[in-house]
């Protein structure tokens, strides 16, 4: 059976069609690329997915349930994680609190605990703050954990907005372009760390990315994105030999 | 460079005394004021004792300022010093005693004893006691507004009209139950329930402001900023100006005839409970939602926080404190009218909140305690009162862009914490 799948998903901003026609079947433990020159869509298809917006058309659904008009913290603890293109960290916050604060939806306690500090409130806060320093350890930003996220270097930003988003226990995990930003060594080591989190945590991966490289290494399937429709799917191999692909990045071959 | 040294050689030795020690102080200085303190302001030509450290003095009389210094001096400064270092060893002791003891046994035991300081020093003289109840109700406001401008980050100004809400519902509340009022007739129950049923009556104070505050809440949903701003203020004008059209409660001539319910013990207590509940509830995941809301909705809403909820629970809360803070301030003044829960109000109230400290308890209280402070100071310029006031607030804004003590909440255990060891652990 399929994790999550997303039968023609077609979304309008106004007169503007962003979205046509997407399909998407993900297993379980699979990791699959979404290519695209820039304004392709492929970051709308994760807001559409994640239910930022909701699509015009088309059904999503994550474990067989459909999930489209569900608002965004419903399905983001239905198990669909995802971090940002942009990273969106939280400027004021530690990074233990970060991890801390995914765990949102898993507290076992209410407001009357929050309010007056019940025992159980003690014992819930003492577990997540070990399953945070964990998931810090694993990501290898433990030894930043007390401090205000903006202070630490884009690498470590990156890794702590990974962490986070695996906090919430995911069962498919959206990377929108992991690697943005990063130099050549960052980028392997990222590549490292994926392929560390898929074995980890037995998660699907959907990535968005623009450096064909790491997605060569990284996915089992590719699908190629232009104008909001998906204009090639294929292993690695394929995609890098198809000539649509190829026209999309490099532009046609004009003969003199 | 020297008075860095000096100042830092003074930091570090008040830290050493835990609170306790100052606390003994505090209460010695002011068993101490209360049996000397009036042949002392006579030997030093002052008319009576000075209410509020001789600070209200400042404009009234300036030629009495100095002899006011020297009677703080005398009466409290040394005395307080002299006790707190000189009991530094015991107190260290009893601290590290009652570090192995149940937390909330150590924090009640120093609850008592800052109530027992408040009640003695507010012997002195009725001025002395309002302004300690009004300052306390402040730190209630400050406090909860703080919840919700400052944690959450929403810039709202409907703080005053959850806090008619609240005085107006709790003032109804007792005047039909309990007075023989010329609005609502004669009291339906005995008078000397009253006092127990109070606090339930500020308790449906509280809840009214709540429910009010799903007004603003459910609009904060779709918009931020400037426009939830100005929804917010309009839902102020729209609860006074309802209340004012209300012939019942006494239209724009207000309300009055509360009974002396808020008493020092009852407003304490409030206080105590306000900023413990909301001290604990900012520090909890929960809680800190409200912070990672402010930071960026988006990404509080992938990492699976209810926003909507959050934002509905931080406006009820908020509210829910300033409807308290409400019913204890009309039972303090026992007249309310609609037009004294307007601009004025919130303005002071903004003035404390931004001033203290955002995202701060500790930032809250000693906003509330410094911009009343200055309030009573600065009563008798009048209206230039209003340009002072608002002078600071920019100067702050200017050297601390956040306030003066942003970003700090109590960590009672800490706090509590024999010094020694304290120390030790810091070398």
């Known amino acids: 059976m399929s994790l999550l799948r997303v039968t023609d998903m077609t979304h309008f901003f106004g007169g503007l069609r962003a979205v046509y026609r997407y399909n998407l079947t993900l297993a379980p433990g ?3 690329g979404l290519i695209g020159p820039n304004g392709a869509g492929k970051t709308t298809i994760f807001n559409l997915i994640t239910g930022i917006h909701t699509p015009s058309r088309g059904t999503v659904a994550l474990e067989g349930r459909n999930i489209v008009g569900l608002r965004p913290h419903e399905i983001a603890t239905r198990g669909l994680g995802r971090t940002f293109q942009n990273m969106l960290l939280w400027r004021h916050m530690t990074v233990l609190e970060h991890v801390r604060m995914a765990h949102y939806a898993q507290l076992q306690y209410g407001l009357f605990g929050a309010f007056f500090g019940s025992p159980r409130r ?4 003492e577990r997540v703050e070990a399953n945070s320093l964990r998931l810090l350890r694993i990501f290898d930003v433990e030894r930043y954990a007390r401090q205000i996220v903006t202070s630490l270097p884009y690498g470590a930003q990156r890794r702590v907005e990974m962490a986070r988003a695996m906090a919430t226990r995911p069962k498919v995990l959206f990377l929108d ?4 930003g990063m130099t050549p060594e960052e980028l392997t080591q990222m590549i490292g760390i994926i392929r560390k989190i898929h074995q980890e945590f037995q998660v699907a991966i959907l990535l968005i990315e623009h450096r064909l490289k790491f997605v060569m290494e990284l996915c089992q399937r590719i699908q190629t994105l232009v104008f909001g429709e998906v204009i090639a799917e294929g292993t690695p191999e394929e995609i890098k030999n198809n000539p649509e692909v190829i026209e999309a990045y490099l532009g046609k071959e004009e003969v003199a | 460079m020297r008075l860095a040294a000096l100042w830092g050689w003074v930091w570090r030795s008040a830290a050493a005394v835990p609170p306790l020690g100052w606390l003994i ?8 004021e209360l049996l000397i303190g009036y042949e002392l302001a006579i030997m030093l030509y002052l008319p009576k004792v000075p209410p509020l450290f001789g600070a209200t003095l400042l404009f009234q009389n300036p030629l009495l300022f100095p002899a006011t210094l020297l009677f703080d001096l005398l009466v409290y400064i040394l005395p307080v010093c002299a006790v707190a270092f000189g009991t530094q060893r015991l107190t260290d002791r009893a601290a590290a005693f009652l570090e192995h003891r149940p937390t909330w046994l150590a924090a009640l035991m120093h609850l008592v004893l800052m109530y027992a300081i408040l009640h003695v020093w507010t012997e002195a003289s009725a001025y002395r006691l309002q302004v300690s109840k009004l300052v306390m109700i402040a730190v209630m406001l400050t406090l909860s507004l703080n919840v919700i401008n400052g944690y959450m980050g929403e810039f709202s100004c409907s703080h005053p009209g959850f806090m008619a809400l609240g005085a107006y519902a709790a003032s109804v509340f007792t005047l039909v ?3 023989q009022d010329r609005l609502f007739g004669p009291a339906l129950l005995p008078a000397a329930l009253g006092p127990f049923c109070y606090p339930l009556a500020l308790f449906i104070g509280g809840m009214t402001a709540a429910l009010g505050a799903l007004v603003v809440a459910i609009p904060s949903f779709r918009t931020r900023g400037d426009y939830l701003a100005i929804i917010s203020l309009a839902f102020m004008f729209i609860v006074k100006s309802a209340i004012e059209n209300i012939e019942p409660v006494g239209g724009p001539r ?5 009974p002396n319910w808020s008493t020092l013990p009852v407003v304490f207590t409030a206080m105590a409970l306000c900023i413990w509940i909301i001290n604990n509830f900012v520090r909890s995941t929960l809680g800190k939602a409200l912070n990672a809301v402010r930071d960026n909705e988006t990404a509080a809403d992938a990492m699976t926080i209810n926003t909507r909820r959050t934002k509905m629970v931080a406006f009820m809360f908020g509210a829910f404190w300033a409807g308290v803070a409400g019913g204890l301030y009309a039972h303090e003044v ?4 609609p037009g004294g829960f307007g601009i004025q109000m919130l303005a002071e109230q903004l ?5 203290g400290g955002l995202n701060s308890v500790v930032g809250s209280v000693v906003g509330a305690v410094s911009i009343s402070m200055v309030s009573e100071v600065l009563k008798p310029l009048g209206l230039y009162k209003w340009l002072v006031i608002p002078l600071i607030l920019i100067l702050v804004m200017i050297f601390r862009p956040t306030g003066l003590i942003a970003f700090r909440d109590f960590d009672i255990k800490r706090i509590l914490a024999p010094r020694k060891a304290a120390l030790k652990r810091r070398e």
């Open chain 2, 351 to 355: 003035a404390m909140v931004y001033f």
């Open chain 1, 30 to 32: 699979e990791i699959r």
């Open chain 1, 122 to 125: 003690y014992a819930e806060e």
């Open chain 2, 334 to 337: 026992r007249h309310v009218t």
């Open chain 2, 177 to 179: 139950l309990f007075t």
């Open chain 1, 177 to 180: 372009e992991p690697t943005a």
């Open chain 2, 25 to 32: 102080g505090a209460f010695c200085a002011a068993v101490l």
């Open chain 2, 254 to 258: 207000g309300m009055g005839g509360q």
